[in-house]
């Protein structure tokens, strides 16, 4: 008799059952080097989220003169702070999701899968999803590592998560973290951060944030990220009972002849030091993980910037990489965007592990 229905799966086709969670931060070359930097810095700026200049006129700039002049700049920078397991920022992303797998399994999710890509450059976004597709997963959590949205960041992630899925037959359940600008646990451990920095240090004249910046324009075009950490700032400020007179927010790494979002960072602390202002504490509350942008450019370049201007004493506070505090707060966030897709029963088993702070 003829069959109208197929046979059952096997177990081995059976999805699993339990969410995959995939940390995203921005990418790094998989070394310091001229060679290495050359693809890295095309893949990252052809992105049409980037730099948003029409292709006709961007790419011809871009391949002619900036793929010839800037890897071998940028390859120096990545070397001075190259560490013995690779890039920074790729050490502190792969032992971030590590540590929050152990969390979330110390606190009653062991069956969660917690993997980590890059935009740019390896593990890629395609890469990591075609291996969870490989091994089940149906339902995944995409968290861009970028606490303040931005179009040129968060937005580009989910732009690349759609294209890997294009032609993919059975698309899987996803949802995104926006930003996690004003979570309290993650200002809690920017404000434990500084603290701790203080009662080792003493607290400076200033205290300096200092936020990747994105073209002004981008804002006039509705982009929120401005204001995002502008919160973040005041939300710190305000656990660290600081005077408004004694806080600075300012925007680094600007790229181009465009305006972007003022102050810069650089220009500010020079004036700062010319001013008579003696000594800064400056942090990056915009990373989440220590990189060439706050170990070369920050740490190194704007210090010896603001101690040449007359500066005294210039002290970096670094990101949240692998902070007990940082992973306990990226728990919170994982678990409140993953309600309704844990099983009841890990659910309350979770809770009565958090009552006893357990894998916290």
């Known amino acids: 008799m003829a069959r109208y229905w197929p046979e059952p799966a096997s177990p081995n086709d059976q999805p699993q059952t339990s969410p995959a969670i995939v940390l995203v931060n921005l990418g790094t070359p998989t070394a310091p080097t001229a060679a290495a930097l050359r693809p890295y810095l095309k893949q990252f700026l052809s992105d049409p989220r980037v730099v948003e200049i029409p292709r006709a006129v961007w790419l011809p700039i871009l391949n002619g003169i900036i793929l010839n002049t800037r890897p071998a700049k940028s390859a120096a920078k990545y070397a001075s702070i190259w560490m013995d397991e690779g ?33 740019y450059g390896a593990p890629s976004i395609p890469d990591t999803l075609n291996a969870l597709k490989a091994q089940g997963y149906s339902r995944i959590l995409i968290v861009p590592m970028y606490p303040q949205y931005a179009a040129s960041t968060t937005a580009s992630v989910m732009d690349e998560v759609a294209r890997s899925l294009l032609h993919w037959r059975n698309l899987p359940e996803l949802r995104f973290v926006r930003d996690f600008h004003r979570d309290p646990a993650y200002i809690a451990a920017l404000a434990s951060s500084v603290r701790e920095h203080w009662a080792k240090n003493g607290q400076a004249d200033r205290l300096l944030m200092s936020f990747h910046g994105i073209p002004k324009r981008s804002i006039t075009l509705g982009d929120p990220y401005q204001r995002e950490c502008h919160t973040t700032a005041k939300l710190v400020a305000e656990a660290l009972s600081l005077p408004a007179d004694r806080l600075q927010v300012t925007f680094q790494s600007r790229f181009g002849k465009a305006e972007w979002l003022q102050p810069y960072t650089q220009p500010t602390l020079e004036k700062l030091a010319r001013e008579g202002v003696r000594s800064v504490d400056v942090m990056c509350p915009g990373f989440v993980a220590d990189c060439l942008e706050t170990l070369e450019e920050i740490a190194m370049e704007c210090r010896d910037a603001f101690l040449s201007s007359g500066g005294k004493t210039f002290s970096y506070i670094p990101c949240l990489n692998e902070r007990n505090d940082w992973i306990t707060g990226l728990k919170s966030v994982v678990l409140q965007h993953l309600d309704g897709w844990l099983p009841a029963d890990a659910r309350a088993h979770a809770s009565a592990l958090d009552t006893l702070n357990i894998g916290r």
């Open 87 to 119: 890039s920074p920022l790729k050490v502190h992303t792969e032992r971030q999701a590590k540590l929050l797998g152990g969390y979330l399994g110390a606190s009653g999710h062991a069956g969660l899968k917690v993997s980590w890509a890059m935009r």
